[in-house]
């Protein structure tokens, strides 16, 4: 009997992986949590000079754990106080974009009161927003402002909520706000999009199963998304702009809209072999990224 293909022997790892996908995953965030939060108990007593570490390698051994592989194109901008946006698909954008960002979200107040997975978020220093109360408008823009002025870098979903994968929503210029008044800012657009899945481009049928949508709870949908296999995300780094470049917030947000949904649309058409979009940084920054034959 003729030895297994590599392309039979990747078949039968991702239906391996696809039974065992919701208890690899659920093990691999305890081996993560029981490594990352004594660290960050005992630095929390010490010293905060280490802890922007914790929250990236949390976020990397939470993506492995997850089936995820994580393809990037361009690099970050290597420089503290960035706000970076990006377009927004499912609560698996967190891992992915923590283990190539270090920097902190912004989420929805809700969040916070997630028992678990609050705190999380605040192992990682979520700014906590409450869209519904416009009379805190201001002091919570003041207060991302203030963040991104000392120096620490800032990731904003500027949907305002997660797309169904099937397209970038427009963006709310609104959420641009928080750039008002911070001298010398650089703001990074980031396209993120899942592509394939087992090696196989992903498909309209297995969008609501990637993308966390509506009012779908988030177990369910987590335990879903683990039994679907290797998924593959790519995040793209689009080149960075200041908000001097523009006539007003509106021109900012419809350029920022403008080049990830053309990322997005290149990703998911598979249009990136060898090549970067215009307005994507050049890719040479992560040794462990480089894109990879489907399958």
């Not at 030895?3 to 239906?15: D, G, L, N, S």
């Not at 902190?104 to 109360?133: C, D, H, Q």
């Not at 040794?287 to 399958?295: I, L």
Request: glycine share 8%; aromatic share 6%; net charge positive.
């Amino acid at each position: 009997m003729a030895p297994p293909t590599p392309a039979q022997r990747h078949a039968r790892r991702a239906v391996r992986f696809q039974r065992l996908g919701p208890a690899k995953g659920l093990a691999g965030l305890a081996a993560t949590a029981s490594v990352v939060v004594p660290a960050e108990m005992l630095l929390r007593t010490v010293t905060r000079a280490k802890r922007p570490l914790l929250p990236t390698l949390f976020h990397r051994g939470l993506a492995r754990s997850l089936g995820i592989r994580i393809i990037v194109h361009g690099r970050a901008a290597r420089r503290r106080g960035v706000l970076f946006v990006a377009n927004h698909i499912s609560w698996a954008d967190i891992p992915v974009l923590g283990a190539r960002i270090r920097g902190s979200f912004v989420a929805k107040s809700e969040v916070g009161a997630m028992g678990p997975i609050a705190w999380l978020a605040n192992l990682a220093r979520t700014v906590y927003v409450e869209r519904a109360r416009r009379s805190h408008a201001g002091a919570q823009r003041d207060s991302i402002a203030a963040r991104l002025a000392a120096g620490e870098n800032i990731i904003l979903f500027p949907e305002g909520t997660n797309s169904d994968g099937s397209r970038v929503l427009p963006f709310k210029s609104a959420l641009f706000g928080v750039a008002d008044g911070v001298a010398d800012l650089l703001i990074q657009p980031v396209t993120i999009a899942y592509t394939r899945v087992n090696g196989l481009p992903v498909t309209r049928e297995l969008l609501p199963d990637l993308a966390w949508i509506g009012e779908t709870e988030l177990m369910p949908h987590a335990m879903a998304f683990m039994a679907l296999g290797r998924v593959r995300a790519e995040v793209m780094f689009h080149a960075a702009v200041r908000p001097e470049d523009f006539a007003d917030r509106k021109a900012l947000a419809r350029h920022c809209e403008t080049v990830i949904a053309a990322g997005y649309r290149a990703l998911m058409r598979g249009g990136l072999t060898g090549t970067v979009p215009p307005g994507a940084a050049a890719t040479d920054d992560f040794e462990d990224d480089r894109p990879v034959a489907a399958g």
